[in-house]
């Protein structure tokens, strides 16, 4: 799974708009622009990465199963409540 995510330059331009397109690879430079990560060095950039890299896809997983879970229970509370 690739990263997309929005910059302090962009986020005011266009909501549709990311700093890293779903097809490109986030790499400890294009990391640097975002707010706060400017100073960090390659090997914590690698870190990050990592991290982003695994945790993202969970994360989508539990989201979408979540999703689903919630419109079940709100379903389910909307039949009982009536």
């Not at 400890?28 to 890299?53: H, Q, V, W, Y």
């Amino acid at each position: 799974m690739e990263i997309t995510g929005k910059t302090e330059e962009n986020s005011s331009s266009s909501a549709e708009k990311s700093a890293v397109s779903p097809k490109e690879t986030l790499t400890p430079e294009k990391l640097r622009t975002f707010e706060g990560m400017s100073e960090i060095t390659d090997s914590e950039a690698e870190e990050i990465i990592d991290a982003i890299n695994i945790f993202c896809p969970l994360i989508y997983d539990f989201l979408v199963h979540s999703e689903n879970t919630t419109e079940n229970i709100k379903t389910n509370l909307i039949k009982t409540a009536a």
